[in-house]
């Protein structure tokens, strides 16, 4: 795949199915996204508006940070505040596909759909990759942003239609990509986001305590493994608990397990294998976290076990 021909040629398709109508698309600071963000931008200028949906399942700072990034690449985001939609949706909810399609109604049904009328725009720019269409397909694990290809239609059901620029790519080819557009490195190389981002390293209900501890944990695994070249590097909030000892008394406290991989494509992943002070000083750090007495490393390669666990 050549780059320049690849971004050569959507941006004249986006134009193409645009023409003079209004684009909306949704950043949620993945190399996915802001690969579209940045297509859609050149290929319509004022045609095209950006939204970051606050979905309350982000990283620590992520909507204000990423909305500040694309700032300065003098692309304005809108940030749309509805955290208290998400985990309402996702309140009681512990099956996983579950979990997943009330993520996906809340987003398109709700969230975006007012976004979508208060624009006036009549197409949805949306960062489908290869591997999201296999999976979803397959039946493998149900992509959040999948719909026509399972039989939705988008523009019967939610009122707009949907271009996918990267739909034939998959995420070494969005990565090659997005260094032509001249996408920051910290964009560029950034390790894979699940769309249903922590809600996905949950097993179980999601809550607002659960994501703060889960949310800590993320931070502190990315930290601690960035440098290591992986592919993909998580930390997943189990639904069970263990006996532990905390202050010299018992304590029946949460599982944390840690989570990295070496793909190209997500299709395939073996474990790294990683040091062991650096295991050490990562299970020391998230032990230390209120509430969580054991962390565990994962082995597993994909297959069996798909990258993220919900």
């Known amino acids: 795949m050549d780059p ?37 931008h050149r290929a319509l ?12 399942l982000m990283r620590e700072d992520e909507p204000r940070r990423i909305v500040r990034l694309f700032a300065d690449l003098g692309v304005p985001v809108d940030l749309v505040d509805a955290r208290a939609e998400f985990l309402e949706a996702l309140h009681g909810l ?31 720019l949306h960062g489908t990759i290869l591997t999201d269409i296999e999976e979803t397909v397959a039946g493998i694990k149900r992509q959040h942003n999948i719909l026509s290809q399972i039989g939705i239609d988008p523009q019967e059901a ?3 239609q949907v271009i996918e620029p990267l739909m034939t790519l998959r995420k070494d080819g969005v990565r090659a990509v997005a260094r032509h557009l001249g996408l920051p490195r910290e964009i560029a190389e950034r390790i894979p986001f699940p769309g249903p981002a922590l809600a996905a390293r949950i097993v179980g209900e999601v ?11 993320t931070a502190i695994v ?19 608990c263990a006996t532990g000892i905390r ?23 073996t474990v790294t294998r990683l040091p062991w002070d650096i295991l050490e ?15 565990l490393y994962d082995l597993t390669p994909k297959p069996p076990a798909t990258v993220e666990y919900v």
């Open 247 to 269: 202050h010299g008394r018992r304590e029946f406290g949460q599982i944390v397990v840690v989570r990295c991989i070496e793909s190209t494509d997500a299709r395939q992943a």
């Open 94 to 124: 512990t099956d996983p596909e579950e979990k997943r399609q009330a993520i996906t109604n809340t987003f398109y049904r709700e969230v975006f759909v007012r976004a979508v009328k208060e624009s006036g725009a009549r197409f949805l």
């Open 158 to 160: 939610y009122g707009y």
């Open 4 to 40: 320049r021909a690849f971004v050569d040629g959507q941006l004249a398709d986006i134009r193409a199915q645009v023409g003079d109508g209004l684009a909306i698309n949704a950043l949620s600071g993945g190399v996915d996204s802001s690969v579209v963000t940045l297509l859609g």
């Open 45 to 56: 200028g004022r045609q095209m508006k950006t939204i970051f949906v606050d979905n309350a």
């Open 207 to 217: 809550t607002e305590e659960r994501l703060a501890t889960v949310r800590a944990a």
């Open 281 to 295: 000083r990562i299970c020391g750090r998230i032990t230390a976290i209120p509430g969580v007495n054991r962390c």
């Open 222 to 240: 990315e930290e601690e493994l960035q440098a290591t070249g992986a592919f993909q590097y998580l930390a997943v909030l189990l639904n069970d």
